[in-house]
T-cell receptor
Framework: EPEVTQTPSHQVTQMGQEVILRCVPI?????FYWYRQILGQKVEFLVS????????KSEIFDDQFSVERPDGSNFTLKIRSTKLEDSAMYFC???????????FGQGTRLTVV | QKEVEQNSGPLSVPEGAIASLNCTYS??????FFWYRQYSGKSPELIMF????GDKEDGRFTAQLNKASQYVSLLIRDSQPSDSATYLC?????????????FGTGTRLTIIP
């Protein structure tokens, strides 16, 4: 199963700046997710996206976060005003349907300075 | 709060021996379970997906699921140094029809040559 492609692989940004993380999934995948992993901590759910709309979001996913699929292919996570504590690995994941495997992209390492 | 519990380790196993990793979960309604391998700084890589009670084997890996005991395990036979990684247990949680993966903290496994 080919991986989901995420870009960029590493981004350094100044606190308060906006960042957009991108995920290019396979076209027949219906369910998309964003997860993050702060260094040394567990993988945490941020948001799930189905049929071009958010299906569920966590408490972490506050007003500073947004997701969209602007052109029907790329799936983006935007952080409007980054904080130091947003520094983490961000993973995109996708599934073809319910009760199926979930495959992760290679991740974007976000460093906020 | 639905929980997925794993012993964080580290678990040290001699090369060639069997490594046994355990996971318990709190949501009795969970139906699908995953084991991922994560090397340091990399994304989770799917090892096993199981949803039926009993054993599922794939090469050197065997997943065991017991829904009555809310317990899922992973056995790695003939352990190799390349198996040294953190192993993540993940459980599908369903909330008003929406599915997401909830992860445990992971077990760090070290295979000793």
């Amino acid at each position: 199963e080919p991986e989901v492609t995420q870009t960029p692989s590493h981004q350094v940004t100044q606190m308060g700046q906006e960042v957009i993380l991108r995920c290019v999934p396979i076209s027949n995948h219906l369910y998309f997710y964003w997860y993050r992993q702060i260094l040394g901590q567990k993988v945490e759910f941020l948001v799930s996206f189905y049929n071009n709309e958010i299906s569920e979001k966590s408490e972490i996913f506050d007003d500073q976060f947004s997701v969209e699929r602007p052109d029907g292919s790329n799936f983006t996570l935007k952080i409007r005003s980054t904080k130091l504590e947003d520094s983490a690995m961000y993973f995109c994941a996708r599934r073809t349907g319910r009760n199926t495997e979930a495959f992760f992209g290679q991740g974007t390492r976000l460093t906020v300075v | 709060q639905k929980e997925v519990e794993q012993n964080s380790g580290p678990l040290s196993v001699p090369e060639g021996a069997i490594a046994s990793l355990n996971c318990t979960y709190s949501d009795r309604g969970s139906q699908s379970f995953f084991w991922y391998r994560q090397y340091s700084g990399k994304s989770p890589e799917l090892i096993m997906f199981i949803y039926s009670n009993g054993d599922k084997e794939d090469g050197r890996f065997t997943a065991q699921l017991n829904k009555a005991s809310q317990y899922v395990s992973l056995l790695i036979r003939d352990s190799q140094p390349s198996d040294s990684a953190t192993y993540l247990c993940a459980v599908i949680e369903t909330n008003f029809g929406n599915e997401k993966l909830t992860f445990g903290t992971g077990t760090r496994l070290t295979i000793i040559p």
